[in-house]
């Protein structure tokens, strides 16, 4: 009998929706990497052949095509891409982001070197022009990289100003058992509560090398799923991660992040989805989620006035 084949040790997967120009760089960017036990599966959420020619035309059996039976929409085919192919590992990989020759080197070695690791991710680089080819192969033989063993010490990470980059973040396929994407709950910010799930029973680590680059977005397009109430349901779960009642550090770092990034978020939710910026402000005071003394956004004085008029 014929010994069994054993799949790739890692499976990628590329979401794709009607932008072969920048799937085609992405692609190559990945079949020039230095490791290359993995299979690549373009998962195609359009209804065109581009797709699937483009991969005829490469020849490589380690490149395959999928159409989606149904449109899913870029969160969800997102998703679907996490948890597909049979490899050990896992990554689902943006169509217009690039990767460097040796991040698939650095983080499968993460991934071998650490049992308990539930993923590795790359700290978020992003680009408006292309890196340059001697920025894709730039050698990094002992790759920095953070381990946070616990989901309150990668809450502080975010915190202190760390950003995993959500599609780059190689997966071990055991960790995603159990683990369910709260689509509802959090809207588009649904990565970092999916990835905080894994951490309940596995530790994570974030390169710090410029091994992985996110292509910028100048419109919010991409936010148009998310609304107020996620954003506060994401900043709750910051919260209630931290131990209670925070101590001096974790106070300082949770409402100083909050001060900012509720009012950016804020500013990037589409109108429909958005309350009032009053409305907003007082449920992050009264949630504990938002403290006037560390915002420059909305000041002690202002908040006093909205709930002396009772809005």
Known sequence: MAPAIRPPLLSITIPCYHNLDQARRCVASILAQTWTDFDLTLADDGDGDDYREYVASLGDPRVRYQRNPIRLGAMRNMFQAIGAGAGKYTLAFHEDDLLGRHFLSAAVGVLESHPSCGFVAAELREFITD??????????????????????????????????????VVYRRAALDGVV???????????????MGIMQRWSAAVLREPLAWYRHHGDNARHTGMSTEHILHLFTLYRTTLPTPLNPRDRALFFTYSGYWLFMLYRLTAPAQRSTLRRFVVQAWRRDLYNP???????????????????
């Open 181 to 195: 994407a709260a689509h509802d709950e959090y809207g588009t910010l649904v990565d970092r509560p999916f990835l």
């Open 293 to 311: 003394r560390w915002s420059r956004g909305y000041g002690r004085k202002r908040l006093l006035a909205l709930m002396l008029t009772g809005q």
């Open 131 to 168: 890196p340059s080819p001697e920025q894709l192969a730039g050698r990094t033989s002992d790759p920095g990289y953070n381990l946070f063993e616990s989901p309150a010490d990668f809450v502080r990470g975010i915190l202190s100003g760390l950003e995993p980059m959500f599609g780059s």
